[in-house]
């Protein structure tokens, strides 16, 4: 078979689309002045943040006002937890979170918990990856200031109930962040009709430039900032805009909004493909994650008897790039918590393999994978003494 | 994480896969949970390695760390091979990273383990093997990284 290059790991970065770069550009040359000067370099570039702000607001249905950027993904979903939790200090100190979150939400509540007297919920998930909306309610207290839950999982792609969650948030007065790094440019999102307080965004996950993301913040919530500095983003993020970044984000999102639904359609299809074609073509293989409410493009699976580092190393051989949850690839001891969350064992949870479709993946590429996985799958497993057993006969 | 040309080439064409039937000794450490087991099987004659494959469920250094071991203990004596350090198959692989230095260990071990179920089966003294010590509650991981 003829040797592709196939990327498949778009859930961990896009490339950026040409428009966007086009639309970047001019940003970091001749128009390079501090939206803050009030000369003609400043005043010239400051227009272009309203824009921007105004096209990322578009994608989930906020209002321009409501949109705050960051540095990033990480730096929004800390900020939203953190200024929350610092901002209801007196209301009370519990949140509620669940384990399968990015672990920029993970760790920050860990770090409320260790180091400022919070209380955090872990809520479980069920097999599918999908949280109980009875244990939500029930770990609901009157101390509980925050419950945040991500949209949809960056590991297995399942979505969560964000609806059914921002009603419950709204009847218990407690407020609902959602880190929607995966889903944004994934999924209709429209954050009023959800019942979002706060959600977490990222440039780089749409296609857009690395190092930007956005914080959105219903009007009329509270929270405390954790960037001090200057009078940026309405003296809630200090920091020289990113004008550059921030615009190549407004192009990505608009260009995610306009193209969604064709997004959908497209990626859902392949998507279908591909899991299908696995399943049929290799035994011993489970998909994680729910099938009914899923991201578009993501697939994840879990292949008995071999482990993730070596899967990935020989995709790699072949020009494909996809992403694994092995405890090898981190050099923990650990297969990843979301595999562990959803109740697999240790031993199939170390063969995992996540493949994430995006805009240049084809047909082609899928085929392609479906041709090459099989084989090497089936090199592994002759390699594996925990296959030989099944080889020769016996039952699982 | 960046491996050296010689893991891959291990890795990818390793050398001494599958089993040997009736082999004269066979080692088995490591456990799935960890997500490395290594298994070793051995021909001996006249108290030389004559023959060695191997069967590894692990990560890509996992496997390379089997080839190599598996390489440099077949044609030596029983003894010689108990010799065969960690160390020494990292190295005839250009390195390791740190993180993977435990998969090195796995592979002596599997070799050593091997050798033990040969001495026990067959009834022989080796040189060396009375100090050679398996470790058995797998926490090969911690070991290697409290280590560095």
Redesign the interface.
């Known amino acids: 078979m003829e040797k592709r290059r196939v990327y498949m790991d778009y859930a961990a970065t896009t490339p950026m689309k040409k428009e966007v770069l086009d639309a970047m550009l001019p940003y970091y040359n001749d128009l390079f002045g501090n939206a803050s000067s009030v000369h003609a370099f400043g005043r010239e570039v400051k227009g272009c943040l309203d824009e921007a702000r105004d096209q990322v607001a578009k994608l989930i249905n906020a209002q321009s006002s409501e949109i705050y950027f960051t540095g990033g993904g990480s730096e929004a979903d800390n900020w939203a937890i953190k200024g929350v939790a610092f901002a209801n200090k007196e209301k009370g100190n519990h949140i509620i979170t669940t384990k399968i979150e990015h672990h920029a939400v993970l760790h920050t509540c860990e770090y409320l918990e260790k180091h400022h007297g919070f209380e955090i919920t872990y809520l479980d998930v069920d097999s599918e990856g999908r949280i109980d909306l009875e244990e939500l309610k029930n770990s609901i207290t009157d101390k509980t200031i925050l419950i945040s839950v991500m949209f949809a999982n960056n590991e297995i792609g399942t979505v969560e109930p964000i609806k059914e969650i921002g009603q419950i948030a709204k009847e218990r007065g407690v407020l609902f962040h959602t880190d929607g790094v995966q889903a944004i440019g994934n999924v209709h999102i429209d954050v009023k009709d959800l019942g979002v307080d706060l959600m977490a965004m990222s440039a780089h996950k749409i296609y857009g430039p690395k190092g930007v993301g956005a914080l959105y913040i219903r009007k009329g919530v509270k929270l405390h900032s954790i960037v001090h500095g200057g009078a940026q983003e309405k003296r809630r993020r200090a920091g020289t805009e990113n004008m550059a970044g921030i615009v190549g984000f407004g192009k990505a999102a608009e260009i995610a909004r306009v193209n969604l639904n064709e997004n959908i359609k497209r990626l859902t299809e392949l998507k279908e493909r591909l899991i299908n074609g696995v399943l049929e073509k290799i035994p011993y293989t489970r998909v994680n994650g729910s099938l009914d409410h899923r991201l578009p493009g993501n697939t994840s699976f879990c292949f008995e008897?071999?482990?993730?580092?070596?899967l990935l190393?020989?995709l790699d051989?072949m020009g494909i790039a996809g992403s694994s949850g092995?405890?090898?690839?981190s050099?923990s001891?650990d297969?990843s918590h979301v595999l562990m969350a959803i109740g697999l064992k240790?031993?199939i949870a170390?063969g995992s393999l996540r493949l994430s479709l995006g805009y240049k993946n084809t047909e082609e590429d899928v085929d392609y994978v479906l041709e090459a996985l099989p084989k090497i799958v089936d090199r592994l497993r002759?390699?594996?003494?925990?296959?030989?057993k099944v080889a020769k006969g016996g039952n699982e | 994480?960046m491996?050296s040309e010689k893991v891959?080439d291990h890795?990818?064409n390793?050398r001494n896969?599958g089993?040997i039937e009736n082999a004269d000794g066979i080692g088995?450490v490591g456990n799935?949970?960890?997500?490395?087991?290594?298994?070793i099987y051995l021909k001996v004659e006249d108290d030389i390695i004559k023959d060695v494959k191997f069967?590894?469920?692990?990560?890509?250094s996992?496997?390379a760390t089997s080839s190599m071991a598996t390489e440099m203990v077949i044609g030596k004596s029983l003894q010689e091979a108990l010799t065969l350090t960690n160390k020494a198959v990292a190295e005839a692989l250009d390195g390791l990273?740190p993180?993977?230095m435990h998969c090195s260990v796995l592979a002596e071990q599997a070799i050593k383990s091997a050798i033990i179920d040969y001495a026990e089966k067959h009834n022989v003294h080796v040189d060396g093997l009375e100090d050679v010590e398996i470790d058995d509650d797998h926490d090969h991981?911690?070991d290697i990284e409290e280590e560095e």
């Open positions: 008897f071999i482990e993730g580092e070596s190393l020989s051989m092995s405890a090898c690839t050099g001891l297969p240790h031993e170390h002759q390699m594996s003494p925990l296959y030989e | 994480m491996y891959m890795f990818m390793p896969v089993e088995e799935a949970k960890c997500g490395d087991i290594m298994k069967k590894t469920f692990g990560c890509g996992a496997i990273p993180v993977k991981h911690h």
